[in-house]
Every structure is written in C-alpha cells, then in structure tokens.
C-alpha cells in the first residue's frame, strides 16, 4: 500500500477566520497525529500572509487517511472551518 500525501494551503477570508483557525489548530493537530496511520502532520500559518496556512499531512494508506477525513469533518475543527477555502494537492489517494 502507498502512503497518501496531501500538501497545499487553507486560504482564510479574514484575519478573525485566520484567529478562528489559529485558536483550533492546536487542539486538531493533536488529535490528528494521535490517529492510527497519521505519520506526520504539519499546519503552519505564514509569517508573510496570516491568511494562510500551510498544509502537509502524511498517512500510511488510503484507509487511514479517509479515517482522518471522516474523524476530521464531524469534529469542531471540522464544522468552524467547513466554507474555508482549501487548495491541497494529494497524492496516493
């Protein structure tokens, strides 16, 4: 099985969707990188944009990384950044 690899960029509206994020994103990491399969999991926010954010997520499979994308959609983090546009490349998928 290939490893899925999603890299890419959250793009915030505003600099309060921006602090939205920021103040969520510890908490989702966390768990994210507590997840079965999740071998690495990277959410920077731009010192040159605070709009955006950084993205890289490494899963060990398909599986693993549809479980984070069903963990991830039902949590807080899920529903406060639901209509926050996101342009990620993903890879082995």
Request: charged share 30%.
């Amino acid at each position: 099985m290939s490893q899925v690899i999603l890299t890419g960029f959250l793009i915030c509206r505003s600099l309060e969707e921006a602090d939205r994020v920021s103040h969520l994103l510890s908490d989702h990491i966390r768990l994210t990188r507590a997840e079965a399969g999740c071998l690495s999991f990277e959410v920077f926010r731009s010192m040159a944009d605070p709009l955006r954010f950084a993205v890289r997520e490494v899963f060990r499979d398909r599986a693993a990384f549809a479980a984070h994308q069903d963990r991830a959609a039902a949590s807080v983090w899920g529903r406060a950044t639901r209509g926050i546009p996101r342009d990620y490349r993903i890879e082995g998928a």
